[in-house]
């Protein structure tokens, strides 16, 4: 393509990204009155942080972030599937992910195998969602907000089905908790302690599943490791202990996914860009805070009598 044409193609995008004001980006003006109309999303949003900043901390204990991912794409294709034939999206986004699930779990139970049976589903259920969504004829708001959230989803009836779920999965969070943190820290240790490891695994793989078809609806099929891996991963940098690192995630999902919708309100773009926005800036403050503790001890070990040189244990 010739510069002649280019030039022109390229200057009109540049152009309205130049012109453009804050009010274009954020405006508070009706705000009462928006956020009475995404109240359930308010409520959503909230339970979800909660609940996914719980289970990131699993998720990064036994390195299935890719996971999440790929259990996500099966989600969005089994959402687009209802989408298509009229049915329920909650149910459809279920039993994608569900089923994804289960698959990883069963198959999965070995780092490699997990890995690559995820990079199977992955561009697998991707195409199948993209498939259905280019068969569906109605609304292209309902299509895009499967893939990239949308602040006005979450109906009445949904946000009890949303709920439910994740009371779901924060019941079987805390049932299995203790063996399941024991598997994730030290899965032989675990095994030989008697703890059956592959059920383990497989409820874990489930209630992952449920949690994922809820973020879908939040905040889209794309980004849903910004409320389920960054909060967890962004705890973990800050704190070591058993219970501060799942109440850190906890909270910071909290205030990724409620912040980030508040913010959408008042803005012109989807509701995830905010939330991405809001849970990567916790997790480089915590990278942060991170580096500078961790400069801090070091200049204190070399500040004491002997440098970082180990000190001679009592003659035996």
Do not use: K
Request: hydrophobic fraction near 60%.
């Amino acid at each position: 393509m010739s510069q002649a044409v280019l030039a022109p193609a390229l200057a009109a995008p540049v152009a309205r990204v130049l012109s453009l004001q804050w009010s274009d980006v954020l405006s508070f003006e009706n705000y009462g009155a928006l956020l009475q109309l995404v109240a359930n999303s308010v409520i959503a949003a909230a339970v979800l942080g909660i609940v996914g900043g719980l289970i990131g901390v699993f998720v990064m204990q036994r390195d299935m972030a890719f996971a999440v991912h790929g259990v996500s794409e099966l989600s969005f294709a089994g959402a687009a599937a209802a989408l298509l034939f009229g049915g329920s999206v909650v149910a459809g986004s279920l039993a994608g992910a569900v089923a994804a699930a289960a698959i990883i779990g069963v198959l999965g139970t070995r780092a490699r195998d997990r890995n690559s049976i995820v990079g199977v589903l992955m561009p697998f259920g991707l195409g199948l969602g993209i498939l259905f969504l280019s068969l569906y004829e109605g609304r292209s708001a309902n299509r895009f907000s499967l893939l990239t959230g949308q602040i006005v989803s979450v109906s009445t009836p949904n946000l009890g089905w949303l709920i439910g779920i994740s009371l779901v999965v924060l019941v079987g969070l805390l049932i299995v908790w203790n063996p399941l943190r024991f598997d994730s820290l030290d899965a032989q240790s675990a095994a030989a302690r008697g703890v059956p490891t592959r059920t383990v695994s497989l409820v874990f793989m489930l209630l992952l599943g449920l949690i994922v078809a809820v973020a879908v609806h939040i905040i889209g099929a794309l980004l849903v490791m910004a409320l389920l891996v960054t909060p967890a991963a962004a705890a973990m940098r800050v704190s070591h202990g058993p219970l501060a690192v799942p109440l850190l995630a906890a909270l910071f999902g909290f205030v990724s996914a409620v912040g980030g919708i508040l913010l959408a309100i008042a803005g012109t773009l989807p509701v995830s860009p905010y939330i991405t926005t809001i849970s990567f800036l916790i997790y480089v403050v915590c990278r942060v805070i991170a580096a500078r503790r961790e400069r801090a001890q070091r200049l204190a070990v070399a500040r004491r009598p002997g440098g970082a040189q180990a000190t001679p244990g009592p003659a035996s």
